[in-house]
């Protein structure tokens, strides 16, 4: 019996101390967001994995336009995943600089150049001293990664962060609906205009 309640007590604290570290690592994010400081909030992003989670989304929503009206051919799904992952992939580029992502996590206002496409809640919104409120907005996606939501309703939002090497960066950023399509959308213009 003390082997079973030894072992169970090393796994719980393991859990703790695996869910403690991505608290105060999310909690470090999100100051680094607060405060601006572009520098600090790269060194917490693993900016590729961030890169090819918004390419994905774009690509995602950029199908799904394409089959409202009819089915998608495979060609088109493969052209859809070279021609606008490229595509997508220099929209993203502009939206990933320090300035642009620190922006983009302290206040949650999303823009392509001059205009606003939506607006979800920032990190600097959070109350990180709300330890409960944190742990509310948290859902495991895998066991290295963990999804945290940014408000609610259609202009919800979230960010993902992956434990990696050394500890938890931010590896995705849950765009709103209403953001999606629009980046979709200029996926589909940009289509149209070249061919």
Do not use: C
């Amino acid at each position: 019996m003390r082997w079973f309640l030894a072992v169970l007590f090393a796994l719980l604290a393991g859990i703790g101390i695996y869910a403690g570290s991505a608290l105060v690592s999310f909690r470090g994010l999100v100051e680094a967001a607060r405060a601006g400081d572009g520098a600090a909030v790269l060194a917490r992003t693993d900016a590729e994995r961030l890169r090819r989670s918004l390419v994905d989304q774009i690509v995602s929503a950029y199908l799904k336009q394409l089959g409202r009206d009819r089915p998608v051919k495979p060609l088109e799904r493969v052209l859809a995943n070279t021609y606008g992952a490229t595509i997508a992939d220099a929209m993203i580029a502009k939206m990933l600089t320090e300035e642009n992502l620190t922006r983009i996590l302290k206040t949650g206002v999303i823009s392509t150049g001059e205009r606003a496409i939506a607006n979800m809640q920032g990190l600097g919104e959070i109350d990180t001293s709300n330890l409960l409120g944190m742990l509310s907005r948290i859902s495991p996606v895998k066991p290295v990664e963990f999804l945290v939501r940014l408000g609610d309703g259609e202009n919800a939002g979230g960010v993902s962060i992956h434990f990696e090497g050394n500890g938890w960066k931010l590896s995705g950023i849950q765009l709103p609906a209403a953001a999606v399509q629009v980046l979709a959308q200029s996926l589909i213009d940009g289509k149209g205009r070249k061919g």
